[in-house]
Nanobody, 122 residues
Framework: QVQLVESGGGLVQAGGSLRLSCAAS????????MGWFRQAPGKEREFVAA????????YYADSVKGRFTISRADAKNTVYLQINSLKPEDTGDYSC???????????????WGQGNQVHVSS
């Protein structure tokens, strides 16, 4: 059983930056692909980014390419999401997931964190 805990969210002005962290425990973190998803108020959950086990491959939603960077530090059992040039439409609840493949499908991930709020003011 893998436990995931996100942190690093908060209130930020448009154009600013945040780094979200997702710390894992209870499993072999390095063997999992990791993904970030977000859900804006009143909208469906959407894929943001994913990274393969080992970190050699990353994937991004078109809406965040060039602004978001996913990375992982296996020695720290942590995956990160660096968010730059924040926009009001980036507001939402950001969750990390652990799974076997770095895909953009929510059901493919076995374990989830509780989520972390990001609010971008204009």
């Amino acid at each position: 059983q893998v436990q995931l805990v996100e942190s690093g969210g908060g209130l930020v002005q448009a154009g600013g930056s945040l780094r979200l962290s997702c710390a894992a425990s209870g499993g072999t973190f390095s063997s999992y692909a990791m993904g970030w998803f977000r859900q804006a108020p009143g909208k469906e959950r959407e894929f943001v980014a994913a990274i393969s086990w080992g970190g050699s491959t990353t994937y991004y939603a078109d809406s965040v390419k060039g602004r978001f960077t996913i990375s992982r530090a296996d020695a720290k059992n942590t995956v990160y999401l660096q968010i730059n040039s924040l926009k009001p439409e980036d507001t939402g609840d950001y969750s990390c997931g652990a799974g076997r493949t770095p895909v953009n499908a929510y059901p493919a991930y076995e374990y989830w964190g509780q989520g972390n709020q990001v609010h971008v003011s204009s």
